[in-house]
């Protein structure tokens, strides 16, 4: 029924794990110079690291060694007062993030700073 446990001082007898690693791949230049134009029009970090199949600190330090300087993350005050604007006019969190490429917790955050009412699931005001 019950089957005993090993020893815990005996030596190990099944297969051990090995740790799963990702080794960084380099851009080509062209690649890398394609992905620095695009982060310099705007497009987001997440996005990128999407497009070429590397991780977003890949893209931060590609940026880095070119000399530009990385955009803050979050919200900026302008796009603040359009989510409260949107918030106001009955888009969703969730909706708001997407348009401006944020997490919801991210718009959430910002409009209970603004003072900004909150609906709850339902729409309703709590």
Known sequence: MIKSLPDPSAPFQGRHLTRLTRTARPLPTEQADELVAAYVAGDSVHDLAQRFGVSRETVNQ??????IPLRPRGLSPEQIDE???LYEQGSSLAGIGKRMDVDARTVHRRLVERGVPMRDSHGQHR
Do not use: E, K, L, T
């Not at 590609?62 to 000399?67: D, E, K, L, T």
């Open 62 to 67: 590609i940026v880095r060694r070119r000399g």
């Open 83 to 85: 989510a409260v604007r």
